[in-house]
């Protein structure tokens, strides 16, 4: 198959994540995948079959996702390309009109949760041959927009090149690690705030980068935590950090199905994290999960661990898939998008 995966941009997340390592599995089984994005410091990161197209494909102007279209079904017509696969909303819309033009099928997945959205938002993904969600969560709550036309595909993750061990023995420090894109809705802002409230030795090393940087940064120095608090950026290797730190802290508002909470469960990693619909998911219960924001039940958390090296947390790593598990689903729907797809 000649394979068109469009994605927003290319910067660190979940999604982009994802994108990474599928394309890679489809290479691998010899198909032609080209990805359609606005670039991102993770482009160096895919596989050297996987061909690139640098495109404005999230501009939120119909203007410039029409142009968009029209250049990518001009493309997918001259060199056969045969199935569109979106991801994000703005690329649903550019897959489309591309897929009307071209005379190819296209699929979406749906990555996220959104509140409050109006459903007319969503019409490409009610059009699509089939919308993956990553979770139950993600198709139950957005059902109104999807019209039922979905099947849920965990996201399948590589074996990790090892395993949780934590800290050196001899390393008395409680080494606490947030992993993720430093926006308001992954929570952690919350985390600064709730460290000078803890007592014993902890640090706090972070990995990632995004808009509200600058101000955590600076609220760390007001705080007088830069001894003990670290920002580290975008990193390629967030597997490494999760095999060496004490606990992984997963405060977030909102998830589709967490990429970073999925692999720090496969590798055994202590985890402290919040109680929202996809880390339920994940969970063989809600016993050791918080509220999302609630500063006094974080703080409680991480003084417990500091003081038992324990969490309460307990999650389900069966129900996470192989990523072979994971492309041989998402394999069978381009197949019978192919067979059944008519002008």
């Known amino acids: 198959m000649k394979i068109i995966e469009l994605v927003p941009e290319l910067q660190e997340g979940g999604v982009e994540r994802h994108l990474l390592w599928m394309t890679e ?14 670039g991102g410091k993770m482009t160096s990161l895919f596989h050297s079959q996987v061909k690139q197209w640098i495109l404005p494909v999230h501009k939120k102007n119909p203007l410039t996702a029409w142009s968009c279209a029209q250049k990518i079904a001009d493309r997918a017509k001259l ?51 089939k919308v993956i969600c990553v979770s139950h969560a993600v198709e139950d709550g957005m059902v109104s927009c999807f019209s039922g036309n979905t099947q849920v595909i965990h996201n399948g993750l590589t074996e990790p ?31 600064i705030e709730v460290l000078p409230r803890l007592q014993g030795s902890w640090s706090l090393d972070v990995l990632g980068d995004g808009p509200i940087m600058e101000e ?4 760390v120095k007001d705080l007088d935590l830069e001894d003990r608090v670290t920002f580290y950026g975008f990193r390629d290797d967030p597997d490494y950090w999760m095999q060496r730190c004490s606990c992984l802290l997963f405060p977030s508002y909102g998830e589709g199905m967490p990429l970073t909470l ?12 919040s109680n929202i619909l996809p880390v339920r998911e994940l969970a063989k219960s809600d016993e050791g999960l918080l509220p999302p924001g609630n500063l006094h039940a974080w703080s409680n958390a991480l003084q417990f661990f500091i003081n038992t090296k324990k969490t309460i ?21 381009y197949r019978k998008a192919l067979m059944t797809y008519t002008v």
């Open 313 to 333: 947390c307990k999650f389900d790593p069966d129900i996470i898939p192989t990523l072979d598990q994971m492309t041989d689903t998402v394999e069978t729907i």
């Open 79 to 129: 060199e056969g390309w045969n199935i569109l696969h979106a991801h994000s909303r703005v690329p649903a819309w550019i897959a489309m009109w591309a897929s009307k033009k071209a005379n190819i099928p296209y699929i979406v997945t749906g990555h996220v949760l959104f509140g409050n959205k109006s459903p007319w938002i969503y019409y490409p993904y009610r059009k699509a041959f």
């Open 216 to 219: 955590l940064k600076n609220r």
């Open 161 to 191: 090149p090892f395993y949780w061990k934590g800290p050196d023995s001899e390393d008395v420090t409680t080494r606490f690690l947030f992993v993720g894109r430093l926006s308001k809705v992954k929570g952690i802002q919350d985390i």
């Open 262 to 273: 999925a692999r720090a469960i496969q590798m055994k990693v202590p985890v402290i994290a």
């Open 25 to 38: 599995k489809l290479v691998e089984r010899g198909h032609e995948v080209l990805i359609i994005s606005a």
